[in-house]
Protein backbone atom coordinates (compact mmCIF):
# COMPACT_ATOMS: atom_id res chain seq x y z
CA UNK A 1 0.00 0.00 0.00
CA UNK A 2 1.64 3.48 -1.17
CA UNK A 3 1.65 6.28 1.49
CA UNK A 4 -0.60 8.25 0.51
CA UNK A 5 -3.26 5.26 -0.01
CA UNK A 6 -2.65 5.01 4.27
CA UNK A 7 -2.95 8.53 4.67
CA UNK A 8 -6.10 8.79 3.13
CA UNK A 9 -7.16 5.79 4.69
CA UNK A 10 -6.10 6.69 7.82
CA UNK A 11 -7.24 9.93 7.26
CA UNK A 12 -11.35 8.20 6.72
CA UNK A 13 -11.17 5.94 9.32
CA UNK A 14 -10.18 8.84 12.02
CA UNK A 15 -12.90 11.23 10.58
CA UNK A 16 -15.63 8.48 11.43
CA UNK A 17 -14.02 8.33 14.89
CA UNK A 18 -14.51 11.66 15.48
CA UNK A 19 -18.22 11.29 13.83
CA UNK A 20 -18.93 8.37 16.41
CA UNK A 21 -18.18 10.20 19.19
CA UNK A 22 -19.96 13.57 17.80
CA UNK A 23 -22.93 10.83 18.49
CA UNK A 24 -21.98 9.22 20.98
CA UNK A 25 -21.97 12.63 23.56
CA UNK A 26 -24.58 14.09 21.95
CA UNK A 27 -27.07 11.37 22.86
CA UNK A 28 -25.41 11.96 26.34
CA UNK A 29 -25.70 15.33 27.50
CA UNK A 30 -29.11 16.22 25.12
CA UNK A 31 -31.22 13.99 28.02
CA UNK A 32 -29.59 15.36 30.53
CA UNK A 33 -33.01 15.77 32.33
CA UNK A 34 -33.98 12.53 31.19
CA UNK A 35 -31.67 10.88 32.61
CA UNK A 36 -32.20 13.20 35.85
CA UNK A 37 -36.10 12.23 36.47
CA UNK A 38 -34.96 8.60 35.65
CA UNK A 39 -32.35 8.41 38.34
CA UNK A 40 -34.50 10.93 40.75
CA UNK A 41 -30.87 13.10 40.73
CA UNK A 42 -32.23 16.10 42.26
CA UNK A 43 -31.37 19.90 40.99
CA UNK A 44 -28.20 20.15 43.90
CA UNK A 45 -26.65 16.84 43.47
CA UNK A 46 -26.90 17.23 39.26
CA UNK A 47 -23.30 19.41 39.17
CA UNK A 48 -21.88 16.50 41.01
CA UNK A 49 -22.91 13.96 38.71
CA UNK A 50 -21.86 16.17 35.91
CA UNK A 51 -18.12 17.01 37.30
CA UNK A 52 -17.39 13.46 38.24
CA UNK A 53 -16.93 12.63 34.02
CA UNK A 54 -14.52 15.33 33.57
CA UNK A 55 -12.64 14.73 36.78
CA UNK A 56 -12.50 11.05 35.26
CA UNK A 57 -11.78 12.17 31.85
CA UNK A 58 -9.00 14.40 32.66
CA UNK A 59 -7.34 11.73 34.86
CA UNK A 60 -7.78 8.97 32.15
CA UNK A 61 -5.67 11.40 30.01
CA UNK A 62 -2.78 12.14 32.20
CA UNK A 63 -2.31 8.12 32.11
CA UNK A 64 -2.67 7.93 28.61
CA UNK A 65 0.26 10.25 27.79
CA UNK A 66 2.09 7.32 29.39
CA UNK A 67 0.22 4.93 27.92
CA UNK A 68 0.68 5.97 24.37
CA UNK A 69 4.35 5.90 24.77
CA UNK A 70 4.04 1.70 24.88
CA UNK A 71 1.50 0.94 22.58
CA UNK A 72 0.85 3.68 20.36
CA UNK A 73 -2.15 6.04 20.15
CA UNK A 74 -4.57 3.76 17.66
CA UNK A 75 -4.08 1.01 19.68
CA UNK A 76 -5.58 3.34 22.32
CA UNK A 77 -8.53 4.79 20.19
CA UNK A 78 -9.35 1.49 19.07
CA UNK A 79 -9.92 0.28 22.25
CA UNK A 80 -11.57 3.14 24.52
CA UNK A 81 -13.88 3.95 21.47
CA UNK A 82 -16.11 0.71 22.28
CA UNK A 83 -15.60 1.34 25.90
CA UNK A 84 -17.55 4.76 25.67
CA UNK A 85 -20.36 3.07 23.46
CA UNK A 86 -20.85 0.44 25.90
CA UNK A 87 -20.79 2.57 28.90
CA UNK A 88 -23.55 4.90 27.31
CA UNK A 89 -25.91 2.12 26.99
CA UNK A 90 -24.82 1.48 30.38
CA UNK A 91 -26.41 4.93 31.69
CA UNK A 92 -29.75 3.61 29.60
CA UNK A 93 -29.95 0.64 31.28
CA UNK A 94 -29.98 1.10 34.96
CA UNK A 95 -32.46 1.50 37.43
CA UNK A 96 -30.89 3.02 40.71
CA UNK A 97 -28.58 5.97 41.86
CA UNK A 98 -25.65 4.24 41.75
CA UNK A 99 -26.07 2.30 38.48
CA UNK A 100 -25.49 6.17 37.07
CA UNK A 101 -22.88 7.06 38.75
CA UNK A 102 -21.25 3.49 37.69
CA UNK A 103 -21.73 3.99 34.24
CA UNK A 104 -20.82 7.80 34.11
CA UNK A 105 -17.72 6.82 35.73
CA UNK A 106 -16.95 4.43 32.99
CA UNK A 107 -17.72 6.66 30.36
CA UNK A 108 -15.81 9.50 31.52
CA UNK A 109 -12.23 7.27 31.99
CA UNK A 110 -12.92 5.89 28.89
CA UNK A 111 -13.53 9.32 27.14
CA UNK A 112 -10.52 10.86 28.09
CA UNK A 113 -8.53 8.33 26.85
CA UNK A 114 -10.38 8.44 23.13
CA UNK A 115 -10.31 12.42 23.35
CA UNK A 116 -6.34 12.31 23.95
CA UNK A 117 -5.03 9.50 21.05
CA UNK A 118 -7.99 11.05 18.30
CA UNK A 119 -6.49 14.06 18.88
CA UNK A 120 -3.02 13.24 18.85
CA UNK A 121 -3.41 10.85 15.28
CA UNK A 122 -5.19 14.33 14.27
CA UNK A 123 -2.30 16.78 14.82
CA UNK A 124 0.48 13.44 13.31
CA UNK A 125 -1.59 13.37 10.29
CA UNK A 126 -1.60 17.23 9.42
CA UNK A 127 1.69 17.43 10.45
CA UNK A 128 2.45 14.23 7.55
CA UNK A 129 -0.21 16.07 5.36
CA UNK A 130 1.58 19.85 5.65
CA UNK A 131 -1.52 21.54 6.08
CA UNK A 132 -4.46 22.14 8.01
CA UNK A 133 -6.72 19.33 8.57
CA UNK A 134 -7.59 18.99 11.67
CA UNK A 135 -10.79 21.83 11.38
CA UNK A 136 -12.28 18.75 8.96
CA UNK A 137 -11.64 15.89 11.85
CA UNK A 138 -13.71 17.77 14.45
CA UNK A 139 -16.59 18.64 11.42
CA UNK A 140 -17.15 15.30 11.76
CA UNK A 141 -17.70 15.50 15.19
CA UNK A 142 -20.01 18.13 15.00
CA UNK A 143 -22.00 15.68 12.02
CA UNK A 144 -22.05 13.00 14.74
CA UNK A 145 -23.26 15.87 17.35
CA UNK A 146 -26.09 16.43 14.88
CA UNK A 147 -26.81 12.91 14.50
CA UNK A 148 -26.64 12.13 17.82
CA UNK A 149 -28.94 15.27 18.67
CA UNK A 150 -31.23 14.33 16.07
CA UNK A 151 -31.48 10.52 17.53
CA UNK A 152 -32.28 12.33 20.95
CA UNK A 153 -35.07 14.48 19.58
CA UNK A 154 -36.62 11.20 18.54
CA UNK A 155 -36.30 9.69 21.43
CA UNK A 156 -38.07 12.32 23.89
CA UNK A 157 -40.57 13.19 20.95
CA UNK A 158 -41.76 9.57 21.12
CA UNK A 159 -41.35 9.05 24.63
CA UNK A 160 -38.67 6.20 24.38
CA UNK A 161 -36.71 5.03 27.40
CA UNK A 162 -32.77 5.75 27.54
CA UNK A 163 -32.08 2.57 26.76
CA UNK A 164 -34.22 1.69 23.49
CA UNK A 165 -32.80 5.66 22.43
CA UNK A 166 -29.28 4.58 23.23
CA UNK A 167 -29.52 0.78 21.46
CA UNK A 168 -29.72 1.21 17.80
CA UNK A 169 -26.80 3.08 18.00
CA UNK A 170 -24.50 1.15 19.62
CA UNK A 171 -25.02 -1.42 17.49
CA UNK A 172 -24.77 0.24 14.38
CA UNK A 173 -21.80 2.07 15.61
CA UNK A 174 -19.62 -0.05 17.73
CA UNK A 175 -18.76 -2.67 15.31
CA UNK A 176 -17.98 -0.10 12.46
CA UNK A 177 -15.78 2.03 14.59
CA UNK A 178 -14.12 -0.97 15.04
CA UNK A 179 -13.22 -1.86 11.51
CA UNK A 180 -12.18 1.18 10.90
CA UNK A 181 -10.19 1.11 13.58
CA UNK A 182 -7.92 -1.17 11.63
CA UNK A 183 -6.84 1.82 9.26
CA UNK A 184 -5.84 4.15 11.78
CA UNK A 185 -2.35 5.53 10.94
CA UNK A 186 -0.12 6.40 14.01
CA UNK A 187 2.33 8.35 14.59
CA UNK A 188 5.56 6.62 13.33
CA UNK A 189 3.41 5.37 10.30
CA UNK A 190 2.35 9.18 9.90
CA UNK A 191 5.87 11.38 9.95
CA UNK A 192 8.93 10.54 7.56
CA UNK A 193 11.27 9.81 10.76
CA UNK A 194 9.73 8.53 13.93
CA UNK A 195 9.98 10.77 17.12
CA UNK A 196 10.92 9.86 20.29
CA UNK A 197 8.93 11.69 23.13
CA UNK A 198 10.87 13.28 25.85
CA UNK A 199 8.49 15.60 27.19
CA UNK A 200 8.30 18.82 26.85
CA UNK A 201 11.39 20.03 28.04
CA UNK A 202 12.55 22.72 30.74
CA UNK A 203 10.07 25.49 30.58
CA UNK A 204 7.53 23.60 28.01
CA UNK A 205 4.41 23.40 30.17
CA UNK A 206 4.64 27.46 30.62
CA UNK A 207 5.19 27.71 27.06
CA UNK A 208 1.99 25.53 26.69
CA UNK A 209 0.01 26.87 29.14
CA UNK A 210 -1.97 29.86 26.90
CA UNK A 211 -3.24 27.19 25.16
CA UNK A 212 -3.99 25.63 28.11
CA UNK A 213 -5.91 28.86 29.21
CA UNK A 214 -7.58 29.05 25.82
CA UNK A 215 -8.50 25.06 25.95
CA UNK A 216 -10.08 25.87 29.03
CA UNK A 217 -12.20 28.63 29.10
CA UNK A 218 -13.05 27.60 25.19
CA UNK A 219 -14.69 24.53 26.86
CA UNK A 220 -16.56 26.32 29.61
CA UNK A 221 -18.49 27.88 26.83
CA UNK A 222 -18.57 24.79 25.45
CA UNK A 223 -20.24 22.48 28.26
CA UNK A 224 -22.75 25.66 28.74
CA UNK A 225 -24.13 24.38 25.85
CA UNK A 226 -24.00 20.83 25.84
CA UNK A 227 -25.16 20.62 29.76
CA UNK A 228 -27.32 23.67 30.37
CA UNK A 229 -28.80 24.37 26.97
CA UNK A 230 -31.78 22.11 27.12
CA UNK A 231 -32.73 22.95 31.14
CA UNK A 232 -32.03 26.53 30.00
CA UNK A 233 -34.38 26.67 27.22
CA UNK A 234 -36.77 24.61 29.25
CA UNK A 235 -36.62 25.84 32.46
CA UNK A 236 -35.69 30.11 31.62
CA UNK A 237 -37.24 30.32 28.50
CA UNK A 238 -40.49 28.08 28.68
CA UNK A 239 -39.70 25.55 25.62
CA UNK A 240 -41.40 22.46 25.79
CA UNK A 241 -39.19 19.12 26.73
CA UNK A 242 -38.66 18.18 22.69
CA UNK A 243 -38.24 21.88 22.02
CA UNK A 244 -35.26 21.49 24.65
CA UNK A 245 -33.51 19.03 22.68
CA UNK A 246 -33.31 21.59 19.90
CA UNK A 247 -30.21 24.28 21.11
CA UNK A 248 -27.55 21.76 20.97
CA UNK A 249 -28.41 20.05 17.52
CA UNK A 250 -28.29 23.78 16.38
CA UNK A 251 -25.01 24.36 17.98
CA UNK A 252 -23.69 21.43 16.40
CA UNK A 253 -25.40 22.26 12.42
CA UNK A 254 -23.07 25.82 12.88
CA UNK A 255 -20.32 23.76 14.21
CA UNK A 256 -20.58 21.76 11.60
CA UNK A 257 -20.74 24.42 8.83
CA UNK A 258 -17.52 26.90 10.52
CA UNK A 259 -15.03 23.44 10.77
CA UNK A 260 -16.36 22.81 7.33
CA UNK A 261 -14.76 25.76 6.01
CA UNK A 262 -12.52 26.74 8.97
CA UNK A 263 -9.28 24.74 7.41
CA UNK A 264 -9.31 27.60 3.95
CA UNK A 265 -10.08 30.37 6.43
CA UNK A 266 -6.47 29.18 8.20
CA UNK A 267 -4.72 28.41 5.39
CA UNK A 268 -6.02 32.29 4.07
CA UNK A 269 -6.22 34.13 6.96
CA UNK A 270 -4.15 32.01 9.15
CA UNK A 271 -4.67 30.72 12.62
CA UNK A 272 -4.62 34.15 14.80
CA UNK A 273 -6.92 36.10 13.01
CA UNK A 274 -9.30 32.68 12.23
CA UNK A 275 -8.87 32.61 16.43
CA UNK A 276 -9.74 36.47 17.24
CA UNK A 277 -13.21 36.59 14.57
CA UNK A 278 -14.07 33.11 16.41
CA UNK A 279 -13.95 34.51 20.00
CA UNK A 280 -15.50 37.76 18.87
CA UNK A 281 -18.64 35.96 17.54
CA UNK A 282 -18.56 33.43 20.55
CA UNK A 283 -19.21 36.28 23.08
CA UNK A 284 -21.71 37.86 21.41
CA UNK A 285 -23.66 34.49 21.10
CA UNK A 286 -22.78 34.37 24.65
CA UNK A 287 -24.66 37.92 25.26
CA UNK A 288 -27.78 37.08 23.32
CA UNK A 289 -28.88 33.61 24.84
CA UNK A 290 -28.35 35.77 28.16
CA UNK A 291 -30.87 38.43 26.79
CA UNK A 292 -33.08 36.57 24.95
CA UNK A 293 -36.73 36.95 25.52
CA UNK A 294 -37.72 33.03 24.13
CA UNK A 295 -36.96 30.43 22.84
CA UNK A 296 -36.12 31.44 19.48
CA UNK A 297 -34.29 34.25 20.22
CA UNK A 298 -32.35 31.94 22.25
CA UNK A 299 -31.55 29.71 19.49
CA UNK A 300 -30.17 32.19 17.35
CA UNK A 301 -27.62 32.99 20.63
CA UNK A 302 -27.09 29.47 20.17
CA UNK A 303 -26.10 30.00 16.22
CA UNK A 304 -23.57 32.93 16.69
CA UNK A 305 -21.61 29.92 19.91
CA UNK A 306 -21.52 28.00 17.13
CA UNK A 307 -20.03 29.76 14.48
CA UNK A 308 -18.04 31.34 16.87
CA UNK A 309 -16.58 28.54 19.39
CA UNK A 310 -16.33 25.65 16.46
CA UNK A 311 -12.63 27.30 15.44
CA UNK A 312 -11.04 27.51 18.63
CA UNK A 313 -10.38 23.85 20.29
CA UNK A 314 -9.75 22.29 17.00
CA UNK A 315 -6.75 25.00 16.42
CA UNK A 316 -5.41 25.29 20.00
CA UNK A 317 -4.96 21.13 19.50
CA UNK A 318 -3.12 21.58 16.24
CA UNK A 319 -1.20 24.63 17.58
CA UNK A 320 0.04 22.87 20.64
CA UNK A 321 1.45 20.09 17.63
CA UNK A 322 3.28 23.04 16.01
CA UNK A 323 4.75 24.58 18.74
CA UNK A 324 6.06 20.64 20.29
CA UNK A 325 6.67 18.91 16.70
CA UNK A 326 9.33 16.35 18.67
CA UNK A 327 6.74 15.79 21.85
CA UNK A 328 3.40 16.34 20.44
CA UNK A 329 1.55 13.27 21.83
CA UNK A 330 2.66 14.53 25.44
CA UNK A 331 1.33 17.82 24.44
CA UNK A 332 -1.69 17.04 23.48
CA UNK A 333 -2.81 14.70 26.17
CA UNK A 334 -1.40 17.79 28.67
CA UNK A 335 -3.43 20.37 26.74
CA UNK A 336 -6.81 18.06 26.91
CA UNK A 337 -6.73 17.91 30.37
CA UNK A 338 -7.70 21.40 30.60
CA UNK A 339 -10.41 20.44 27.85
CA UNK A 340 -11.98 18.78 31.30
CA UNK A 341 -10.82 21.46 33.48
CA UNK A 342 -13.05 23.54 31.21
CA UNK A 343 -15.83 21.01 31.81
CA UNK A 344 -15.81 20.80 35.10
CA UNK A 345 -15.58 24.38 36.13
CA UNK A 346 -18.07 25.66 33.64
CA UNK A 347 -21.06 22.68 34.93
CA UNK A 348 -20.98 23.58 38.34
CA UNK A 349 -20.13 27.56 37.63
CA UNK A 350 -23.32 27.93 35.99
CA UNK A 351 -25.51 25.81 38.09
CA UNK A 352 -23.96 27.67 41.07
CA UNK A 353 -24.65 31.19 39.75
CA UNK A 354 -27.82 29.89 38.07
CA UNK A 355 -29.52 28.59 41.65
CA UNK A 356 -28.03 31.39 43.43
CA UNK A 357 -28.87 34.25 41.31
CA UNK A 358 -30.13 34.03 37.87
CA UNK A 359 -29.26 31.81 35.07
CA UNK A 360 -28.94 34.65 32.58
CA UNK A 361 -26.62 36.04 34.38
CA UNK A 362 -24.90 32.75 34.63
CA UNK A 363 -24.47 33.00 30.56
CA UNK A 364 -22.27 36.37 31.04
CA UNK A 365 -19.80 34.31 32.64
CA UNK A 366 -18.84 32.38 30.58
CA UNK A 367 -19.07 34.94 28.10
CA UNK A 368 -16.43 36.76 29.67
CA UNK A 369 -14.12 33.86 30.15
CA UNK A 370 -14.17 33.21 26.28
CA UNK A 371 -12.95 36.51 25.56
CA UNK A 372 -9.82 35.63 27.75
CA UNK A 373 -8.73 34.20 24.18
CA UNK A 374 -8.38 37.41 22.75
CA UNK A 375 -4.99 38.22 24.56
CA UNK A 376 -3.42 35.25 24.02
CA UNK A 377 -4.55 35.32 20.13
CA UNK A 378 -0.70 35.24 19.46
CA UNK A 379 0.16 31.63 20.57
CA UNK A 380 -1.45 30.10 17.85
CA UNK A 381 1.40 31.72 15.51
CA UNK A 382 4.30 31.25 17.51
CA UNK A 383 7.56 31.85 15.73
CA UNK A 384 9.29 28.46 17.12
CA UNK A 385 6.50 26.33 15.65
CA UNK A 386 7.83 24.24 12.82
CA UNK A 387 4.47 23.60 11.50
CA UNK A 388 3.09 27.36 10.51
CA UNK A 389 0.48 28.74 8.22
CA UNK A 390 2.99 30.14 5.72
CA UNK A 391 4.56 26.61 5.31
CA UNK A 392 1.12 24.91 5.41
CA UNK A 393 0.48 27.20 2.13
CA UNK A 394 3.49 26.53 0.27
CA UNK A 395 3.35 22.35 1.44
CA UNK A 396 -0.38 22.25 0.50
CA UNK A 397 0.53 21.86 -3.29
CA UNK A 398 2.82 18.98 -2.69
CA UNK A 399 1.48 17.09 0.21
CA UNK A 400 -1.42 14.24 -0.50
CA UNK A 401 -4.85 15.72 -1.16
CA UNK A 402 -7.55 12.96 0.11
CA UNK A 403 -10.30 15.36 -1.10
CA UNK A 404 -9.83 14.03 -4.38
CA UNK A 405 -11.07 10.50 -3.99
CA UNK A 406 -14.26 11.96 -2.29
CA UNK A 407 -12.84 11.12 0.93
CA UNK A 408 -12.86 14.41 2.53
CA UNK A 409 -13.87 14.66 6.00
Not at 13 to 23: K, N, R, T
Not at 228 to 252: F, I, R
Not at 281 to 289: E, P, R
Not at 320 to 345: E, K, M
Amino acid sequence: MTADVRLRRGRGALGFSFFVQGVTFALLVTRIPAIQDRYGISDGLLPAFLAAVPILAGASSVATEHLVKRVGAATVLRWAQPLVLLALLGVGAGTQMWHAALALGAFGLSVGALDASMNMLGVSLQRAYGRSIMLGFHAAYSLGGIVGASAAWAGAHWHLSLFTSYLPAVVVLLPLAFHGSRFYVDRQDAEDQAVTEKGLGAGGFRLLLPLCLVMACAYIGDSTVSNWSAKYLQDVLGSSEQLATVPYNVYMVTTLIGRAVGDLGVRRFGAVAVVRIGTVVAAGGFAVVAAAPGAWTGMLGFTLLGIGLCVIVPQTFAAAGRLFPGASDTAIARLNIFNYVGFLIGSPLVGGIGDAWSYRGAMLVPMALVLVTLFQARSFGAEGARYGVGHERRAGDRAVDVGRGGNEV
